[in-house]
């Protein structure tokens, strides 16, 4: 009678560390930054935020587990895709939605050397990835976006993209856009 009380207790105990994707029976869902590609600032929470206030039946995977996750299993551009399918499957996720620059450049706007001014250009691509398969299967690519970026400090160059408001800018214009074609994607996502 000892010994079968104890199980139950050590068994009940261990089922609140499972993850919640047992429990539930929604699929799960992750939203990354494609592997070795720039990580325009806020992208990959902006677009987290709106699926989540969405109507869409998913449970999504914490941002700050799915950075860390990022970080630790770093991989190849080439692999983005199966690199987010492995983050995915590490975060129990069934879907891996994943956010890539397709176009990410700054170039100066005038000849003075250093230049004061940059042209910023940004295209993002958002893809989503059967986390089981590292399928990519579907893919939507948002608009070409321009901006102007003014350096106060010409001879300490320019910031890093993570922190370079014009790039952040231009990925929340280009997250606007892409938000509503990749809740169609996810809607769709079970008839796959």
Not at 55 to 68: G, H, K, P, Y
Not at 118 to 138: F, I, K, N, T
Request: proline share 6%; with cysteine; net charge negative.
């Amino acid at each position: 009678m000892r010994a079968w009380m104890l199980s139950l207790l050590v068994l009940s105990f261990f089922s609140g560390c499972l993850p919640a994707s047992l429990n539930d029976g929604q699929p799960d869902a992750a939203v990354v930054y494609a592997a070795g590609h720039a990580r325009p600032a806020g992208a990959a929470d902006a677009l987290d935020q709106t699926l989540r206030s969405s109507d869409l039946d998913f449970d999504f995977v914490r941002s700050q587990t799915l950075r860390f996750l990022e970080v630790r299993r770093g991989s190849r551009a080439s692999l983005w895709a199966q690199s987010a399918a492995s983050v995915g499957r590490a975060a129990s996720a069934d879907v891996v939605i994943v956010i890539r620059p397709v176009v990410l450049e700054r170039t100066p706007r005038d000849r003075r050397q250093p230049p004061t001014s940059y042209w910023v250009e940004l295209q993002l691509e958002v893809a989503v990835v059967d986390a089981e398969a590292g399928q990519v299967r579907s893919s939507v690519l948002g608009p070409h976006l321009t901006g102007v970026l003014y350096v106060d400090d010409p001879a300490a160059g320019l910031p890093d993209v993570r922190d370079d408001a014009v790039v952040a800018e231009l990925a929340e214009r280009s997250i606007d856009a892409l938000a509503p074609y990749v809740i169609e994607d996810l809607k769709a996502w079970r008839r796959w």
